[in-house]
């Protein structure tokens, strides 16, 4: 091995300890707030990291709101929010050109998507034309508007939040949307300790009042770069493809090859969180469940896209 070689192992050693460091420490922010919810807030982290975007469902009063503005609160970059409701436009999300007299020119006014991190809050209350506002900054980090494309914030990260109530004020997000979130997220009512541990802290001044940022946007995006890196080998790969072709062939609709990928990058992730630059099997098994499902449509009411990804997990091997 030359010098060279050993100076470049040093560095990738040293920037993975970075990325595992950052990844920790924005989790142990996190529980500062949030209490009982450790894996859901490991595979924010590990979407955030895999450069992927996040959708919390579940009903009202969990505390998806606050997750998403704690995880948001541990970075020091810029926080938006969009509070979906039907009346919404989509220039209300993008921005709008507004004509200066002054300069008697038109004049980009940007919407709140131009943020690090945005809270899409309730997005299921706006109509579909309001939703698909976020497709091209989710998937290209940049918004056309009368023709002019504008580049969102870098790093970028949507965390979009949707009850599962009252479903008939509220519109479905369409495929083309869903399968632009890497992670899909249900949290479910606490359990009674923890409940009860909730209730002491947020009596009086709530926590998140005092959470301050623990990662600056120069970690995150190097932390994201640290996770490009890490090696997945071909038999990896290869087992992603096949849990993918499992769904395709016993569903509906079965998982994209943006599903694949989404796989993948959150697989690279979780491998980070664990201090190690290459994937394993186990990395893959632990994202599956919540990187797959919500893009899944089962032709069975007898069997759920969960249960669908549970039995590809159990039926296709790890060669």
């Known amino acids: 091995m030359t010098d060279t070689d050993t100076t470049r192992g040093r560095q990738s050693d040293s920037a993975l ?43 009202p009063g969990v505390g998806k709101t606050m997750l ?17 409701t039907p009346d919404l436009l989509p220039t209300d999300v ?5 004509f200066n007299q002054k300069t008697q ?17 309730e997005i299921n209350r706006a109509p579909p034309k309001t939703q698909s506002a976020l497709l091209e900054a989710m998937e290209e980090g940049q918004v056309s508007v009368d023709g002019t494309t504008h580049s969102v914030p870098q790093p970028f990260t949507v965390i979009a939040t949707q009850n599962t109530v009252e479903q008939n004020k509220a519109y479905d997000l369409p495929m083309a949307e869903l399968d632009r979130f890497m992670t899909k997220l249900h ?6 300790g923890e409940e009860t541990a909730m209730l002491g802290e947020v009596v009086g001044h709530h926590p998140i009042e005092e959470l301050k940022p623990v990662a600056t946007l120069e970690d ?83 069997q759920t896209a969960a ?8 039926t296709v091997d790890v060669e």
């Open 220 to 302: 995150l995006q190097a932390a994201r770069d640290t996770v490009a890196d890490v090696t997945v080998e071909e038999p990896i790969r290869s087992y992603a493809t096949r849990l993918a072709r499992y769904t395709r062939d016993h569903a509906e609709l079965g998982v994209s090859p943006r599903g694949s990928i989404s796989l993948l990058r959150a697989a690279q992730a979780r491998a980070v969180l664990n201090n190690r630059a290459y994937v394993v099997p186990d990395d893959v098994q632990q994202e599956a469940p919540v990187v797959l499902p919500h893009r899944i449509r089962t032709d069975s009411s007898e």
């Open 94 to 98: 993008t921005g709008v050109n507004v």
């Open 17 to 59: 300890r970075d990325a595992t460091r950052v990844a920790t420490q924005v989790i142990e922010n996190v529980e500062e707030v949030i209490v009982g919810h450790h894996e859901e807030i490991e595979h924010i982290v590990t979407a955030m990291l895999g450069r992927g975007h996040i959708l919390l469902e579940d009903v």
């Open 105 to 121: 020119e038109f004049e980009f006014r940007r919407g709140p998507i131009f943020g690090n991190v945005v809270l899409g809050d």
């Open 68 to 84: 998403a503005r704690s995880v948001a609160a541990s970075f020091d970059g810029e926080f938006k929010r969009v509070q979906f």
């Open 307 to 314: 249960d669908l990804v549970t039995a590809a997990l159990k």
């Open 187 to 192: 949290l479910g009512y606490p359990e009674a």
